[in-house]
């Protein structure tokens, strides 16, 4: 179940899509392959267990993979790049970057993936 009242699945996957356009801007290019797993997100609440078949691409950034996930804290949804090395992401233990909320203006979305990435540090003041 869905429980967010401010945005439907289907806008935050537009965010999530938009996500995934930047990353190809910047550095990324889309890597075909198939994975010996389901991606999968499940969200468990008080009241509810919710699942959500991922069907998102993997991208290839020199010897690093990013995919785009997804973190449902309670208030809203947040965005998050998976990262790691080709192993990794066959073995589905990609690391997390720091999540981000998807509700953030297109140049704080293009800031969040260049920190994702590496491309430029965190700031010290977050």
């Known amino acids: 179940m869905w429980q967010y009242e401010n945005v439907t699945r289907e806008e935050f ?29 499940t969200t468990v609440t008080a009241d509810d267990t919710a699942q959500w078949t991922s069907h998102r691409s993997v991208y290839r950034c020199g010897d690093e993979f990013f995919r785009i996930g997804e973190v449902l804290y309670n208030n809203k949804p947040f965005i998050v790049i998976e990262f790691g090395t080709h192993d990794d992401l066959l073995k589905n233990t990609m690391e997390d970057a720091e999540p981000f909320p998807f509700d953030l203006a297109y140049t704080d979305l293009v800031n969040e993936v260049k920190w994702s990435l590496g491309i430029e540090p965190y700031p010290d003041d977050r």
């Open 13 to 41: 996957e537009k965010v999530k899509d938009t996500v995934e356009k930047i990353i190809q801007s910047l550095c990324a290019e889309k890597y075909d392959i198939r994975l010996p797993y389901e991606d999968k997100t």
